[in-house]
């Protein structure tokens, strides 16, 4: 069972920056997909951007050219830069895992979501 422990979420005015950090432990196999995704109140949960083992990364149009994510795949954590937010950035951001056993069926988990609220 992979565990999940978020932090860096907290109010910023517009315009600010906030870094995300999410460590994974607990895992017995790969983590082969690492992202963030946001939930704002009565909205569906989305994608904000994710990041493979790789390297590869894709983003949430909303996004690209103001966030970047990253990883450290020694410390199976990964990182999610914020800049020039805007209050349509408000929300609670939750970590995601994918990991993959040898025969190939994957797993995904959840972190317990920290608030990210942008005040205009």
């Known amino acids: 069972q992979v565990q999940l422990v978020e932090s860096g979420g907290g109010l910023v005015q517009a315009g600010g920056s906030l870094r995300l950090s999410c460590a994974a432990s607990?895992?017995?196999?790969?983590?082969?997909?690492m992202a963030w995704y946001h939930q704002a109140p009565g909205k569906p949960r989305e994608l904000v951007a994710a990041i493979t083992s790789g390297g590869s990364t894709n983003y949430a149009d909303s996004v690209k050219g103001r966030f970047t994510i990253s990883r450290d795949n020694a410390k199976n954590t990964v990182y999610l830069q914020m800049n020039s937010l805007k209050p349509e950035d408000t929300a609670v951001y939750y970590c995601h895992a994918r990991e993959r056993e040898p025969t190939l069926v994957e797993y995904d988990f959840w972190g317990q979501g920290t608030q990210v609220t942008v005040s205009s």
């Open positions: 607990g895992s017995r196999f790969s983590i082969t997909r």
